[in-house]
C-alpha cells in the first residue's frame, strides 16, 4: 500500500507499507526516514527513482492473485516500468 502527497499534476511517495502474514513479514518505509522489516528489524532499503519508467518491478505475477479482468492496473504498471521480474508466492 502507498500514499501518494498530491502537489499540482504529479504525487510523490511518501509512506509505503507491504504485509506478507503468510511468512510473518512486513515492511515499511516513510519519506526522510528509514525502512524497517518486521521479522528481523533490520534496516531496508530501496532504489531512488524520480519516473516511474526508471524502476524496476519484482513481484508475484498477477495470474496468482486476480481473476484475469483484475490483471490489468497490475500490468499497466508492468508496462511503464523499466525492467520487470515476475516469481512466484512465498
Not at 2 to 13: K, N, S, T
Request: contains cysteine; positive net charge; aromatic residues 4%.
Amino acid at each position: 500500500m502507498g500514499l501518494a502527497h498530491r502537489a499540482g499534476e504529479h504525487g510523490r511517495a511518501v509512506l509505503g507499507v507491504l504485509d506478507q502474514p503468510s511468512c510473518a513479514s512486513a515492511m515499511s518505509a516513510q519519506t526522510g526516514e528509514h525502512s524497517s522489516t518486521r521479522r528481523t528489524a533490520t534496516a531496508a532499503s530501496g532504489a531512488a527513482c524520480a519516473n516511474l519508467a526508471d524502476a524496476i518491478l519484482c513481484a508475484t505475477h498477477p495470474d496468482a492473485f486476480f481473476a484475469p479482468g483484475r490483471q490489468k492496473p497490475s500490468l499497466r504498471v508492468a508496462r511503464r516500468v523499466r525492467m520487470s521480474r515476475w516469481g512466484g508466492d512465498c
